[in-house]
């Protein structure tokens, strides 16, 4: 089973995707695209062309999980726009806030860590 924590790395994939790609090809992109290893235990997030389905990719030390999300109603309102990034790092919050549709950085959500005062 996958558990998203807060200390995961999250990385999303900003070009669509074609979601005919299974585990195999999913992580050939992750290296070549993506730049980072499959096997690292990262989540990768894809996004399909009509922008009606998200596939997450992660390895958890014995093989893959592949998990999709399709909406039955519209489209995700938000994904990055396309620019000289090709991957884009969220963290637990902002992802969970995505797959439920919303833009994950206009939440008014407490700041991930703060420097206490000595």
């Not at 999913?26 to 989540?43: H, M």
């Not at 997030?45 to 922008?51: G, Q």
Request: proline share 6%.
């Amino acid at each position: 089973m996958i558990q998203i924590t807060p200390h995961m790395r999250i990385l999303l994939s900003v070009e669509p995707v074609d979601f005919r790609k299974g585990i195999d090809t999913l992580a050939a992109l992750c290296r070549t695209v993506l730049k980072s290893d499959p096997f690292s235990g990262c989540l990768f997030v894809f996004l399909n062309r009509r922008r009606t389905a998200i596939k997450i990719l992660c390895y958890d030390g014995q093989g893959f999980w592949i998990c999709q999300k399709r909406l039955s109603q519209g489209r995700f309102k938000w994904w990055p726009k396309k620019g000289c990034d090709t991957t884009l790092a969220l963290d637990a919050h902002e992802l969970q806030m995505l797959l439920w549709n919303g833009d994950p950085f206009h939440t008014q959500a407490a700041p991930m860590w703060r420097k206490i005062p000595a």
